[in-house]
């Protein structure tokens, strides 16, 4: 059986474009025996027609009163010596399944409120697995859950997790105007403080579309008082990502109007002279476990933070199914029976905590990473000879200590 699970792995790497997860291990640890029995189970059981047998995750699940599981492994009996670690950024987009962009376009807004969905139980789900670990998150609200779903924002406020706005409607910023933008984005704000007296302090793009034609979205931010912004995938990718940019870790943005910005990047990990996406969603789902964890332990090595993020729809395996064209079905649905099992594993090994919780570790990072928006604004072929100073360098300006203390410090 061992020889067939490598064998389908094998052939599912040629017949699907996933040579990145092999690729990412190599550039990190392990070897390709750990990764083709991995890859090799999830086309087996394509081939069954039936999800991943028992995992040590599921064998170990503690069942309350009402039939809900959770994971049992806390910070004190799964791995004490994480405390010690450093503290990476856990993060959640807070939305339905016909949010998500590969399935949206076949639910249009005004049938929104007709679809049925399991954002309350795998919201309880998640909340419950972050509990047992003594971890809190940042949740990314979309203001249309928070006016649809208002004891989802109350959930989160209670256990004590920062909120911030995944804005409104969810729609592309590549489809908004500046006063679009900001007209949702305020929206969102006041459906969110409708229902929690909690500080809003962060933000993040609807599929991470801060790209380099709205690069403005920042300013619109920083001006209606947002501290820290998380949508910038330094990567090429058709719907997002600025790959010319130029920082990977938390920094701060200085804008043309002398306000300051922190922006916290989407994980990626180095190959070449490519940047490769890891650590989240689709990417977080489709990699074997293995790629995602070294690379989190890489980068924590080198006193950084990883950027983890997900999706409550991606808790839940039983969602209804749609054909949406090859690429999309599988990038929808793949593995979303392995997200669960996958996070509780994180958090067993690593430390992780909410965005406002891991700010004030990197505030040296952030005091002495300053990126001018208007070089970025630029033409990135011309400006980025003059931008490879931040490639791990000191940048050219330094943020004051009470400006320091205005973004981090709550």
């Not at 649809?148 to 109350?154: A, D, I, K, S, T």
Request: proline share 5%; glycine share 8%; with cysteine.
């Amino acid at each position: 059986m061992r020889i067939l699970e490598i064998a389908c792995g094998l052939g599912g790497l040629f017949l699907l474009p996933i040579i990145y997860p092999i690729l990412l291990l190599l550039n990190s640890k392990g070897s390709f025996k750990s990764v083709a029995p991995s890859m090799g189970g999830f086309f087996l059981n394509l081939i069954r027609g039936r999800a991943h047998s028992s995992t040590p995750f599921e064998r170990r699940l503690e069942t309350r009163s009402d039939g809900v599981q959770i994971g049992r492994g806390g910070l004190s009996s799964a791995n004490p010596s994480k405390i010690d670690k450093v503290r990476n950024f856990l993060t959640v987009d807070v939305e339905c399944w016909f949010h998500a962009y590969n399935i949206g376009e076949k639910f249009p807004r005004n049938t929104w409120h007709l679809q049925e969905t399991q954002l309350l139980q795998t919201m309880d789900r998640l909340l419950l697995l972050l509990q047992a670990h003594d971890t809190k998150a940042t949740f990314f609200v979309l203001g249309w859950v928070a006016d649809h779903f208002p004891e989802v924002v109350r959930m989160i406020a209670a256990e004590g997790h920062e909120i911030g706005t995944h804005g409104y409607h969810h729609e592309l910023i590549t489809r908004m105007t500046p006063q679009e933008f900001e007209t949702d984005l305020l929206r969102s704000l006041e459906a969110i403080n409708r229902n929690t007296s909690q500080e809003v302090l962060g933000h993040r793009a609807s599929n991470f579309t801060v790209v380099k034609d709205t690069l403005w979205a920042l300013e619109i931010l920083a001006k209606n008082g947002i501290r820290y912004d998380s949508s910038i995938f330094p990567i090429a990718r058709k719907r997002y990502g600025i790959p010319t940019y130029p920082y990977r870790y938390p920094h701060t943005l200085r804008m043309p109007d002398g306000r300051a910005l922190i922006e916290l990047p989407l994980s990626t990990t180095k190959l070449g002279s490519k940047l490769l996406p890891v650590a989240g969603g689709g990417y977080f789902r489709l990699y074997p476990y293995n790629i995602t964890e070294a690379y989190i332990e890489k980068t924590n090595q080198r006193g950084m933070p990883a950027m983890v993020y997900l999706h409550p729809w991606e808790l839940d395996a039983d969602q209804a199914r749609f054909f949406l064209g090859p690429a999309k079905t599988f990038q929808h649905y793949v593995n979303l029976e392995s997200t669960e099992r996958k996070l509780d594993r994180l958090l067993e090994h690593f430390s992780f905590g909410s965005i406002k919780q891991g700010l004030p570790p990197v505030r040296d990072l952030i005091r002495e990473s300053v990126v001018s928006l208007s070089e970025i604004y630029d033409d990135s072929e011309a400006v980025l000879p003059n931008l490879r100073w931040m490639r791990g360098k000191r940048s050219r300006e330094t943020l004051k200590e009470a400006e320091l203390n205005a973004l981090v410090d709550s």
